[in-house]
């Protein structure tokens, strides 16, 4: 257990919708990473939060936003769905940036219909 | 950006071989080299990583080392076991300060055959 807990673990939905994940990140880590793993991709990056400000972006569609709070938890949204966007996707958190250890969570499956 | 091209994308070894898995990585810039090993429908685990200041470590059966010149680092793990099993990735940072993206590979599936 990496201490880095996402919900839900499993998300089933249609094409069109809006979805929201969440994550919270170790006791003390204050940067917080989310990543996209497709079937046939490796692990993309997607954002990068520290304590609360955004620092990093990868290719992140249009369509999808993330958030980090006061108490360090972070959301990242989903709209206007397409069958593509299904993905196992992942939060990571660290201590500080980039190269420190980034710690990942479970994930959270999503499948759209 | 950076790119990260890692090999093989299989692996298949008779457990007590050695693996070799090799990346390249295009800018040589990159300052930070992690390696995660991500088991079947579980969460990548960062097994062993490297800095452009150091040349190789190692961590028990584990090694990585790292050849800045030719912008490639290999990961290395020797007798290995049934439960070696899993997809590994390579990693690269490109950062001059903490804020920046890890480029990953795009995995290696290790097969260890008992």
């Known amino acids: 257990d990496s201490g880095v807990t996402q919900t839900p673990k499993h998300l089933i939905t249609a094409t069109g919708q809006r979805v929201t994940l969440r994550c919270s990140p170790r006791?003390?880590?204050?940067?917080v990473y989310w990543y996209q793993q497709s079937l046939d991709q490796g692990l993309q990056f997607l954002i990068q939060?520290?304590?609360?400000?955004?620092?990093a972006k990868g290719n992140i569609l249009e369509r999808f936003s993330a958030q980090q709070f006061p108490d360090l938890h972070s959301e990242l949204n989903l709209s206007s769905l397409e069958l593509g966007d299904s993905a196992l996707y992942f939060c990571?958190?660290?201590?500080?940036?980039?190269?420190?250890?980034?710690?990942f969570g479970p994930g959270t499956r999503l499948t759209v219909l | 950006g950076e790119n990260v091209e890692q090999h093989p994308s299989t692996l298949s070894v008779q457990e007590g071989d050695s693996a070799v898995i090799k990346c390249t990585y295009s800018d040589s810039a990159s300052n930070y080299f992690p390696w995660y090993k991500q088991e079947l429908g579980k969460r990548p685990q960062l097994i062993i990583d490297i800095r452009s200041n150091v040349g190789e470590k190692k961590d028990q059966r584990i090694a990585v080392t790292l050849n800045k010149t030719a912008k490639h680092f290999s990961l290395h793990i020797t007798e290995t076991q049934p439960e070696d099993s899993a997809v590994y990735f390579c990693a690269a940072s490109l950062t001059t300060d903490s804020w920046g993206k890890l480029q990953f590979g795009a995995g290696t599936q290790v097969v260890v055959t008992p």
């Open positions: 006791s003390g880590d204050l940067s």
């Open positions: 939060y520290y304590n609360g400000e955004e620092r």
């Open positions: 990571a958190s660290s201590v500080l940036g980039t190269t420190d250890t980034q710690y």
